[in-house]
């Protein structure tokens, strides 16, 4: 195994799309490096990304936030600006393992990873974020949305890293939330989660939702038709049990030891209702 | 494989190491350096008994290669005690009974230090979040957690 810490993006890409072996992009190494243990992957080349200048930086762009590749998620949740205007990203990145993993994991690692119970993606996907890509070809900008394409796999093609995540600007009275669901308190992989993103008119109607689910399908489901449900309402009790219901409808998930398709299912459409109505009272809605 | 020759900063004296590219951070400082306060408990990042701070943040030392740690500041539980003196924190673990066995202990006084830098008054639920990765099979965590409060109430009050 080689490992190169590659000074440019189109270094890394390079090197990556060179070796014809198995190969691992290393941000903060939270997954990598337990791949690496447990004998999962023999990588021939590790391309650490950690010294590619920027890549580790929050920088205001447009009234958003573009988040370098490498900023690790406790970073984020310092980040006082990010976390004001995309709180249900930071709650979900935020989630994941403990104090010392949150000292090194990364959005983007999580989102690469592919796995479809990422506490970060769902809440990126809600938020209509911007992948930004290097690759042998020169650089693209990819909605996180499409990089997910099941366990494990993403649409990335080889010699691509992504480099950052742009976080778009909001309006005024519009917010986020996520939840998930773990039969412990902490330190657990999601067995069912939910993300809502909401902007709502003066008069406190939503007028624009955007319901994504995890861990229910081999990726993240962004729930259309749950979201539409939304649209001019004040999420009265009738319309978020219409809402949980159809995201129950675009459940797909597996039974496993940590939760059967029917508590999943059930679960995802609960967690959407409530982290609805904390994404709306985030957004200065009132009852 | 090929050696990578390391050259970084581990609680505050300058070092420099070999490392296979595949090794971890904390087998390097176990066994190139004979820094065996970190311990490996899991090598998976579950435990939190290798933990160390790398550039000001808590990290599982299991869970970064020796190679990422060019041009790193690292402190380690070596680092902790003044000399002879004790930390409080480490003061206050062996007042309070906080240990049994002992192997979690360097990695939560790594870790309860780096709280109590970023948080010099933290509740019990913030200390057992914080503390949420470091796992210890003898205590029960109770003591832990009245021995990590003792010594914030004196870090507070020097």
Redesign the interface.
């Given at each position: 195994?080689?490992?190169v810490?590659a000074r440019t993006a189109k270094e890394a890409a390079g090197l990556l799309a060179a070796e014809p072996g198995v190969t691992r992009v290393?941000a903060g190494?939270?997954d990598v490096?337990?791949q690496?243990?447990?004998g999962l992957v023999e990588p021939e080349l590790?391309v650490?990304i950690?010294k590619i200048p920027g890549i580790g930086d929050i920088t205001a762009e447009n009234g958003g936030f573009r988040i370098g590749a490498a900023v690790?998620n406790?970073a984020l949740g310092e980040h006082a600006g990010v976390v004001a205007l995309w709180p249900g990203v930071v709650e979900g990145a935020n989630l994941i393992?403990?104090?010392?993993?949150q000292?090194?994991c990364t959005m983007a690692g999580n989102l690469c990873n592919g796995s479809p119970a990422g506490d970060a993606v769902p809440g990126l996907v809600a938020a209509n974020a911007v992948a930004r890509i290097a690759g042998p070809g020169g650089e693209r900008d990819c909605p996180v949305a499409d990089v997910p394409a099941g366990p494990g796999k993403t649409t990335l093609k080889t010699g691509e890293i992504v480099t950052s995540i742009f976080l778009p600007a909001r309006p005024d009275r519009a917010s986020d939330a996520y939840l998930r669901f773990i039969p412990r308190t902490?330190?657990d992989i999601a067995v069912a989660s939910a993300a809502v993103s909401l902007e709502l008119a003066a008069d406190g109607t939503v007028k624009a939702a955007r319901i994504v689910l995890g861990a229910v399908a081999p990726t993240v489901v962004v729930a259309d038709e749950a979201g539409k449900l939304l649209v001019g309402t004040k999420l009265d009790d009738a319309t978020l049990a219409r809402m949980a219901k159809a995201c129950e409808a675009v459940c797909k998930p597996i039974d496993d030891k940590r939760g059967t398709v029917a508590f999943r299912t059930r679960t995802a459409g609960t967690l959407a209702r409530r982290a609805a109505l904390i994404a709306y009272a985030r957004a200065g809605g009132k009852k | 494989m090929k050696s990578i020759p390391v050259s970084t900063t581990i609680n505050g004296d300058p070092y420099e190491f070999l490392c296979a590219p595949d090794e971890t951070l904390l087998d390097a400082l176990r066994n190139r350096l004979g820094l065996t306060g970190a311990k490996e408990g899991c090598g998976t990042g579950d435990c939190g008994a290798c933990s160390v701070t790398l550039n000001g943040r808590l990290v599982c030392s299991c869970l970064v290669l020796g190679a990422e740690a060019e041009g790193a500041e690292i402190a380690t539980i070596e680092g902790m005690a003044d000399g002879d003196e004790l930390h409080p924190l480490q003061r206050h673990f062996i007042d309070h009974a906080a240990l049994q066995c002992g192997i979690c202990t360097p990695g939560i006084l790594v870790a309860a230090k780096s709280l109590l830098e970023k948080n010099p008054d933290p509740t019990d639920e913030e200390v057992r979040y914080w503390l949420a990765g470091n796992l210890c099979r003898c205590t029960g965590y109770d003591k832990i957690i009245r021995a990590v409060q003792a010594a914030a109430a004196e870090m507070r009050g020097a």
């Amino acid at each position: 195994m080689r490992y190169v810490a590659a000074r440019t993006a189109k270094e890394a890409a390079g090197l990556l799309a060179a070796e014809p072996g198995v190969t691992r992009v290393l941000a903060g190494g939270t997954d990598v490096l337990v791949q690496l243990k447990s004998g999962l992957v023999e990588p021939e080349l590790i391309v650490d990304i950690k010294k590619i200048p920027g890549i580790g930086d929050i920088t205001a762009e447009n009234g958003g936030f573009r988040i370098g590749a490498a900023v690790p998620n406790a970073a984020l949740g310092e980040h006082a600006g990010v976390v004001a205007l995309w709180p249900g990203v930071v709650e979900g990145a935020n989630l994941i393992g403990s104090t010392q993993v949150q000292g090194r994991c990364t959005m983007a690692g999580n989102l690469c990873n592919g796995s479809p119970a990422g506490d970060a993606v769902p809440g990126l996907v809600a938020a209509n974020a911007v992948a930004r890509i290097a690759g042998p070809g020169g650089e693209r900008d990819c909605p996180v949305a499409d990089v997910p394409a099941g366990p494990g796999k993403t649409t990335l093609k080889t010699g691509e890293i992504v480099t950052s995540i742009f976080l778009p600007a909001r309006p005024d009275r519009a917010s986020d939330a996520y939840l998930r669901f773990i039969p412990r308190t902490e330190m657990d992989i999601a067995v069912a989660s939910a993300a809502v993103s909401l902007e709502l008119a003066a008069d406190g109607t939503v007028k624009a939702a955007r319901i994504v689910l995890g861990a229910v399908a081999p990726t993240v489901v962004v729930a259309d038709e749950a979201g539409k449900l939304l649209v001019g309402t004040k999420l009265d009790d009738a319309t978020l049990a219409r809402m949980a219901k159809a995201c129950e409808a675009v459940c797909k998930p597996i039974d496993d030891k940590r939760g059967t398709v029917a508590f999943r299912t059930r679960t995802a459409g609960t967690l959407a209702r409530r982290a609805a109505l904390i994404a709306y009272a985030r957004a200065g809605g009132k009852k | 494989m090929k050696s990578i020759p390391v050259s970084t900063t581990i609680n505050g004296d300058p070092y420099e190491f070999l490392c296979a590219p595949d090794e971890t951070l904390l087998d390097a400082l176990r066994n190139r350096l004979g820094l065996t306060g970190a311990k490996e408990g899991c090598g998976t990042g579950d435990c939190g008994a290798c933990s160390v701070t790398l550039n000001g943040r808590l990290v599982c030392s299991c869970l970064v290669l020796g190679a990422e740690a060019e041009g790193a500041e690292i402190a380690t539980i070596e680092g902790m005690a003044d000399g002879d003196e004790l930390h409080p924190l480490q003061r206050h673990f062996i007042d309070h009974a906080a240990l049994q066995c002992g192997i979690c202990t360097p990695g939560i006084l790594v870790a309860a230090k780096s709280l109590l830098e970023k948080n010099p008054d933290p509740t019990d639920e913030e200390v057992r979040y914080w503390l949420a990765g470091n796992l210890c099979r003898c205590t029960g965590y109770d003591k832990i957690i009245r021995a990590v409060q003792a010594a914030a109430a004196e870090m507070r009050g020097a």
